[in-house]
């Protein structure tokens, strides 16, 4: 025996429920409004502690503007210069943990 089908009708597009009686509705919120620029916060330790970074690498062009995101426009003391590669643009850091960086 063959399964029976039954065609349907295509759908036009959808509308609200409000909108067929004539309802009105309050309009719809746009995305989540835009947060600042990130910025360094003071848990920059914390933080580091918590994702347990071992190593990071930067593009040299823009260390000024990364490190303008800290407290004295400084780059923090738990960043340890490795190597930098100018052809690359690239500068690589080992991480220090907070209680290593205090001595």
Known sequence: MKKK???TASR???RPKSAASGQITAPRRSSAPK???PTASNDTKA???RLKVRMAALPTSR????AARFPGGRLPPELVLERSDP???VTVFSVREAVEAER
């Open 5 to 7: 089908t039954r065609a």
């Open 12 to 14: 036009a597009g959808k």
């Open 35 to 37: 947060s600042p620029p």
């Open 47 to 49: 933080t580091i502690r």
């Open 63 to 66: 260390l000024a503007v990364f």
């Open 87 to 89: 052809a690359l643009d």
